[in-house]
C-alpha cells in the first residue's frame, strides 16, 4: 500500500543551526512534493514544490531536496529563528485523468527552535 | 485579499445530527478539496471537486455528502452515518491547471460530538 512517513518524534534544535526535516514514501511515483507549514488550529501554508525532475528547490531559509530514487525528500531551515517553530507537513501530488490535481499528506513533525 | 474562508470555526453535534461545514473562495480557483485531520494521522481526503456540478469521493468518503453548484462554494455534511465525526475540518482549493503555487487552505472547522 502507498505510505508517507515523517518522523513523528518532535525535532528540538538550537536558534541559528539548520533544521532538517525528512519524509519518505514507498509505492508511489508523484509528478511533484510539496511542503507546509501548520500552526496549532490553524490551516496548513504552503511553502516550496519541487518536481519529480529536479534535485534541489531554494526559497530564502527554505532548502528542499527529492531523490525519487531513494523516495525521499529533505526539507531543511538554515539560520532557525523560534518563529520557525510548527509542524511541517510533506505532500505528495498526482495529476488526475481530465487534468487537476490530488495531494496526500504525511503526518507531520513538529519543530521546536529554542533560544 | 483573496482567501478561503470556513464557517463556523467550532462546531458541536448531538448525536444522529446532520451538521453542515461552509466553505467559500474568492481566489477564482477551479478545485476545491475537503480534508480531515485526526491527531498522529495527518490529513485524509474526503471529498474533492474539480469543476462546478463535479465531484468524487477521496479515501474516507463514508458518512459525508458534498455539493459543487457554485465555483466559490463546496459545503461539507457530515452525516449521522459518520460515526466518529470529531475532527479538525479543512477545506482547500487550488487553481486546475497545476499545482506550483500548491493549495490554499482555509483555517479550519473543529466538529465535536457532544
Known amino acids: 500500500s502507498q505510505k508517507i512517513e515523517q518522523n513523528s518524534e518532535a525535532l528540538n534544535i538550537q536558534e541559528g543551526k539548520t533544521a532538517t526535516l525528512t519524509c519518505n514514501y514507498t509505492?508511489?511515483?508523484?509528478?511533484?512534493l510539496q511542503w507546509y507549514r501548520q500552526d496549532p488550529g490553524r490551516g496548513p501554508v504552503f511553502l516550496l514544490l519541487?518536481?519529480?525532475?529536479?534535485k534541489e528547490k531554494r526559497k530564502e531559509r527554505l532548502k528542499v531536496t527529492f531523490d525519487t530514487t531513494l523516495k525521499q525528500s529533505l526539507f531543511h531551515i538554515t539560520a532557525s529563528q523560534p518563529a520557525d517553530s510548527a509542524t511541517y507537513l510533506c505532500?505528495?501530488?498526482?495529476?488526475?485523468?481530465?487534468?487537476?490535481?490530488?495531494?496526500?499528506f504525511g503526518t507531520g513533525t513538529q519543530l521546536k527552535v529554542e533560544l | 485579499d483573496g482567501g478561503i474562508t470556513q464557517s463556523p470555526k467550532y462546531l458541536f453535534r448531538k448525536e444522529g445530527q446532520n451538521v453542515t461545514l461552509s466553505c467559500e473562495q474568492n481566489?477564482?480557483?477551479?478545485?476545491m478539496y475537503w480534508y480531515r485531520q485526526d491527531p498522529g494521522q495527518g490529513l485524509r481526503l474526503i471529498y474533492y471537486?474539480?469543476?462546478?456540478?463535479?465531484?468524487q469521493k477521496g479515501d474516507i468518503a463514508e458518512g459525508y455528502s458534498v455539493s459543487r453548484e457554485k465555483k466559490e462554494s463546496f459545503p461539507l455534511t457530515v452525516t449521522s452515518a459518520q460515526k466518529n465525526p470529531t475532527a479538525f475540518y479543512l477545506c482547500?482549493?487550488?487553481?486546475?491547471?497545476?499545482?506550483?503555487?500548491?493549495?490554499?487552505f482555509g483555517s479550519g472547522t473543529r466538529l465535536t460530538v457532544v
Open positions: 509505492n508511489y511515483s508523484p509528478a511533484y
Open positions: 471537486s474539480q469543476i462546478v456540478n463535479d465531484f
Open positions: 481566489l477564482n480557483h477551479d478545485a
Open positions: 482547500a482549493s487550488s487553481p486546475k491547471t497545476g499545482p506550483s503555487r500548491g493549495y490554499t
Open positions: 519541487i518536481r519529480e525532475n529536479e
Open positions: 505532500a505528495l501530488n498526482f495529476i488526475l485523468t481530465g487534468g487537476g490535481n490530488k495531494l496526500t
